[in-house]
């Protein structure tokens, strides 16, 4: 099939890849413009447009898609069988949706409709969902509402981050698609009921409240990692929040319970086991500890 193919950041890089070793003709990548990045803040290109230009595909990075008459005209000027979008980054038009034989396609996150939105792994780890997964669906005018080609299930594992999940999910998701592709199967609609939204997160997301129950904050440092990652104040320093684990304990919210920085929360106490303090380097907690203590009875977050 002739396609194009639209996404940016590392989710979208194995779908890609797949679907150009399948055979597909890919007549162009569409993908986020390259930007400053890093301390240096160098021009640098997305995942997509990395793995594209490996590949020797065609890249176009515009700014902007729904006051670009002249981008419109040129994607529909592809004459493609059908458009695959991964976490692009840009909400397609009507025209652009409508231009492909076969229309665009999505490959989404989660479970359909559950966790529409830009931060569907995330949101689950949050929720304390048993599962998530893939779905492929026929794209819309509306978020993440189209009808469903495909889906399925993962289970969640207990200690699961959003760069454990992110890396199990990209890879179901470039099986499924090829499938779907070379399938065609029915579409069917949505169901109606269990209609949930994972808005897209800042960086403001993973300061941690430490009047919430341990369970909620344990699960909020693993949604957060490896972005926007989790964090709290020591002595009004920043400090990261790496790795933890949920025990039992009783205190004021936020104050340190033991000298192995156990703190207490809302409800439970949570073991900090991996931390980094702003302009320090990654620690297990005995080695942060050595070189700066911290006694029981201080209180982070304050």
């Known amino acids: 099939m002739r396609l194009a193919f639209m996404g940016s950041p590392d989710f979208a890089v194995p779908a890609l890849q797949a679907l150009h070793g399948a055979g597909h003709e890919i007549a162009a990548v569409y993908c986020q413009p390259p930007r400053p990045a890093g301390r240096g803040y160098g021009i640098r290109r997305c995942a997509v447009h990395v793995a594209a230009d490996r590949l020797g595909l065609p890249v176009h990075t515009p700014v902007r898609l729904r006051s670009a008459p002249e981008i419109q005209a040129d994607f529909a000027a592809l004459r493609l069988d059908a458009a695959v979008v991964a976490a692009y980054g840009l909400i397609l038009p009507a025209a652009m949706l409508a231009a492909p034989v076969q229309g665009c396609i999505n490959i989404h996150a989660s479970l359909l409709p559950r966790w529409r939105g830009a931060a569907p ?132 919210p936020g104050q340190v319970l033991d000298d192995a920085l156990l703190v207490a929360c809302g409800q439970g106490a949570l073991r900090l086991c991996r931390v980094q303090i702003a302009g320090g380097k990654p620690l297990d907690t005995p080695a942060f500890l050595r070189g700066h203590p911290v006694s029981p009875g201080s209180v982070l977050g304050t």
């Open 121 to 252: 792994i995330h949101a689950a780890i949050l929720a304390g969902d048993s599962e998530t997964g893939v779905t492929i669906m026929q794209m819309d005018a509306g978020l993440d509402t189209g009808p469903m080609l495909l889906a399925e299930a993962v289970p969640i594992p207990p200690r699961a981050t959003t760069g454990l999940l992110h890396d199990v999910l990209a890879g179901l998701g470039a099986c499924l698609v090829v499938k779907v592709l070379a399938e065609n199967p029915p579409a069917r609609p949505q169901p109606e009921q269990g209609v949930t939204y994972a808005p897209k997160l800042t960086k403001d997301d993973g300061r941690l409240d430490w009047t919430e129950s341990a369970g909620a904050l344990d699960r909020r440092i693993r949604a957060m990692d490896p972005w926007p990652g989790a964090f709290t104040t020591l002595h009004g320093t920043l400090l990261k929040i790496l790795a933890a684990q949920p025990e039992s304990g009783s205190a004021s």
